[in-house]
């Protein structure tokens, strides 16, 4: 079984100097353009913003060189929005409070409890992505897809350009990518039937997956031990 690990490139196609290839394509196929089709309909703005809100983290973590989940997001999202008017026009201590907030109230609110929480206002804005009103700010999920869309082509061309952006994606993509590539190259080989339904037989003791063919491995380890020598 192949292992498709972006857009027209298997596991066993992938080496080192791939790696921003397979990052590249990963973000942009599997994630952002899919966002920016559910931006072409009505009532898909939490939906494009779940799939474009995963892109600010690596973005954040990539251009900063900062580790920690909350730095690196709140990164991210002055990423995101540098450049464009509606942000510019904030002083620092606001914008650091615009994202924050974003962080904290919109990404963690979405990514754990399927909402945001107070301080955050969806709605559209014709031509802007955010508005700060007091203490709430109010962010258009459409144009904030085009956002993060535009924001990642503008880090592949820094990469291609900057060695502090190249060297910064390295860091980040052995940590991330790396890792857990070889997890995946050191799995036992499954093969499938054509009928994966009939996962397990239905035989007196220990269940032997139908269909399924584990070469030696770890998880031969399971099927010949006793539970009893397992600690």
Same mark, same amino acid.
């Given at each position: 079984?192949?292992?498709?690990?972006?857009?027209?490139?298997?596991?066993?196609?992938?080496?080192?100097?791939?790696? !921003?290839?397979?990052?590249?394509?990963? %973000?942009?196929?599997?994630?952002?353009?899919?966002?920016?089709?559910? %931006?072409? %309909?009505?009532?898909?703005?939490?939906?494009?913003?779940?799939?474009?809100?995963?892109?600010?983290?690596?973005?954040?973590?990539?251009?900063?060189?900062?580790? $920690?989940?909350?730095?690196?997001?709140?990164?991210?999202?002055?990423?995101?929005? $540098?450049?464009?008017?509606?942000?510019?026009?904030?002083?620092?201590t606001g914008q650091n409070f615009v994202c924050g907030l974003?962080?904290?109230?919109?990404?963690?609110?979405?990514?754990?409890?399927?909402?945001?929480?107070?301080?955050?206002?969806?709605?559209?804005?014709?031509?802007?992505?955010?508005?700060?009103?007091?203490?709430?700010?109010?962010?258009?999920?459409?144009?904030?897809?085009?956002?993060?869309?535009?924001? !990642?082509?503008?880090?592949?061309?820094?990469?291609?350009?900057?060695?502090?952006?190249?060297?910064?994606?390295?860091?980040?993509? $052995?940590? $991330?990518?790396?890792?857990?590539?070889?997890?995946?190259?050191?799995?036992?080989?499954?093969?499938?039937?054509?009928?994966?339904?009939?996962?397990?037989?239905?035989?007196?003791?220990?269940?032997?997956?139908?269909?399924?063919?584990? %070469?030696?491995?770890?998880?031969?380890?399971?099927?010949?031990?006793?539970?009893?020598?397992?600690?």
């Open positions: 079984m192949k292992l498709v690990i972006a857009p027209g490139i298997t596991l066993d196609e992938y080496t080192e100097h791939r790696a !921003f290839e397979v990052f590249e394509k990963r %973000t942009k196929g599997w994630i952002l353009q899919q966002a920016l089709k559910l %931006t072409e %309909t009505q009532d898909n703005g939490i939906a494009a913003l779940l799939l474009s809100l995963s892109c600010v983290e690596p973005m954040g973590e990539i251009i900063s060189g900062r580790s $920690k989940n909350g730095e690196k997001v709140e990164d991210g999202f002055r990423y995101v929005l $540098k450049g464009r008017k509606d942000f510019d026009s904030v002083n620092p974003l962080t904290d109230h919109l990404r963690n609110g979405l990514f754990h409890e399927a909402f945001f929480t107070p301080g955050i206002v969806i709605a559209h804005l014709e031509g802007k992505v955010l508005v700060l009103d007091g203490s709430t700010v109010v962010i258009d999920p459409y144009q904030f897809t085009h956002a993060t869309k535009e924001s !990642f082509d503008r880090l592949c061309e820094e990469y291609n350009s900057s060695k502090e952006v190249e060297e910064g994606f390295m860091r980040f993509w $052995k940590a $991330k990518g790396e890792n857990y590539l070889k997890s995946l190259r050191k799995r036992p080989s499954v093969s499938l039937s054509p009928q994966p339904q009939r996962l397990f037989s239905s035989s007196q003791g220990t269940a032997t997956p139908a269909g399924v063919t584990l %070469t030696p491995g770890p998880m031969e380890f399971l099927q010949t031990k006793k539970k009893s020598d397992i600690t």
